[in-house]
């Protein structure tokens, strides 16, 4: 089953801040809901473990995050795919920018991606929603580690 979705948010830093931050594993981790392991293996590629809940369904999915299309500090492509055991799969990708906004950088993000297995018998609008929910989470989450990041400065 095949989704996508596009958003923006501003978030209160300027876009040095914001680029660095979206390339630190450690800042990543504490953002992702559920992520329990994001490590970097290479300048362009982490693994990561995540457990995800999808109405009835709950997986640890383990996999492989790639980045390219790197264009510093405006922006890249982020892809990827996990494989959650018999809850199923889910790979896609994220087209990534950063403008100059004011009170901070605009984020722009539009997104690909699939599922299978389990996942994909739940249904479209339930899987929307739950992406949706774990997409303003990241955001909130990361708003709030760059105001911290940038108070500390």
Known sequence: MAMTMQGEVVLPAERGSVWAALNDP???KACIP????????SDTEFRAIAKVSVGPVKATFKGAVMLSDIDPPNGYTISGEGQGGVAGFAKGGAKVRLEDAEGGTKLLYDVDAQVGGKLAQLGGRLINGVAKKYADEFFANFAKALSREENAA
């Open 26 to 28: 450690e800042v990543l």
């Open 34 to 41: 559920g992520c329990e392991a994001l490590e970097k293996t």
